[in-house]
């Protein structure tokens, strides 16, 4: 994925909410969004996915009272790794059910999981397959999939 810098992600931010006034399909929103930054589409998603992250930790944070209001800068920029193994059927069922014994309060939540997961999945890896999870759950409610 491409660096983003400041500038890039205010553009991308004043970008997204023209294209929430437009009539546009997400097809045609991402097409558009992409040719003006100069960015894949792929690249577009992943930094909306990373954004939707960073706002939804800053959301927890406010709500379980630990502090004001959030910066939502995204200085550096995220990116995600590839795991460093597959996720099979059977290790998603045991993640989504270890996601239900360490709620988001907990402070060592993926770590906890990973170490409980074992197949060499590290906090990074069990962190990010739960944004992946959010992303696919967003896409499915907003009737993205299949499109």
Known sequence: MADWSVEDHDAFLQLLDEASRSRASPSETWS??????????????GHA???????????????EGEGGVPEL??????????PSTPWTPSSDAK??????KYPPAC??????????????????????HYGELVRDICEIELGGVGR
């Open 95 to 100: 993640f989504e059910s270890l996601l239900l």
């Open 32 to 45: 558009t969004i992409s040719a003006k930054l100069n960015k894949s589409q792929e690249e577009l998603q």
């Open 107 to 128: 402070e060592t939540r993926w770590e906890k999981i990973a170490l409980e997961l074992g197949d060499s999945k590290t906090a990074d890896d069990v962190r990010n």
């Open 73 to 82: 800068r995204m200085d550096p920029p995220l990116s995600l790794p590839p």
């Open 49 to 63: 996915f990373q954004y939707f992250l960073t706002l939804q930790q800053a959301t927890l944070a406010v709500v």
